[in-house]
């Protein structure tokens, strides 16, 4: 287990409102993914980071924006959230080896 | 563009079957994983196959990779109810260890 937090577990807003969801590690591992779940879709990234300010668009990155200070916290923020961003977002740490990434327990995000 | 393929998308079978998870990919990599995802809960890993030829054996699973088809499996024998879940696999993309999920297996296990 790579001790990842992710919060909050679960959030209802309401369309056109800013939502940052977090993700705080405790491994120190290098890079660090976000994921939305969606049915009949499994996971797609978001974005990722592969260091302290260094991140790069995934497969689903438009609405969404991320960011990196530190190496434990990885951010993902909505600027203006609209209904198609209604998912479950996960966060993941991974390392250069072969080992497999590692998943927080999600954040259910209802967008009203 | 890597797309990675599972079928069936849904499987229900009875306790003490056999059978199948099939997952495809579209471009040549040669490291894929299996995660389990139970109803509400987070991915947790189950294999990691690194090579062509790799075979992997856990309780009633066994996953394997034939880099060559692009293709892995995960065999379930003698299914019992408490493998009930989804099933991903996850194909390394590129850099940065990225991967790319299939769409999922539901599995459901009948007494």
């Known amino acids: 287990d790579a001790g990842i937090t992710q919060s909050p577990r679960h959030k209802v807003t309401e369309t056109g409102t800013p939502v940052t969801l977090r993700c705080h590690q405790t491994?120190?591992?290098?890079?660090m993914y976000w994921y939305r779940q969606d049915p009949g879709h499994g996971l797609r990234l978001i974005h990722y980071?592969?260091?302290?300010?260094?991140?790069d668009k995934g497969e689903v990155s438009d609405g969404y924006s991320v960011s990196r200070s530190k190496t434990e916290d990885f951010l993902l923020t909505l600027e203006s959230a609209t209904s198609s961003q209604t998912s479950v977002y996960f966060c993941?740490?991974?390392?250069?080896?072969?080992?497999?990434?590692?998943f927080g327990d999600g954040t259910r995000l209802s967008i009203l | 563009e890597l797309k990675v393929e599972q079928n069936p998308l849904f499987l229900s079978m009875q306790e003490g079957k056999n059978y199948t998870i099939y997952c495809n990919y579209s471009t040549t990599s040669d490291r894929l994983y299996w995660y389990r995802q139970d109803p509400g809960k987070s991915l947790e890993s189950l294999f990691v196959?690194?090579?062509?030829?790799a075979v992997k054996q856990e309780g009633r699973l066994m996953a394997s990779l034939d880099t060559k088809a692009r293709l892995s499996t995960l065999h379930i024998t003698a299914a019992v109810h408490d493998l009930s879940a989804t099933y991903f696999c996850a194909v390394l993309t590129g850099t940065a260890s990225k991967l790319t999920f299939g769409t999922g297996t539901r599995l459901q296990v009948t007494l």
């Open positions: 491994e120190n591992h290098r890079y």
């Open positions: 993941a740490t991974g390392t250069a080896s072969n080992q497999p990434q590692h």
């Open positions: 980071s592969y260091g302290v300010k260094d991140t």
């Open positions: 196959l690194l090579s062509n030829g």
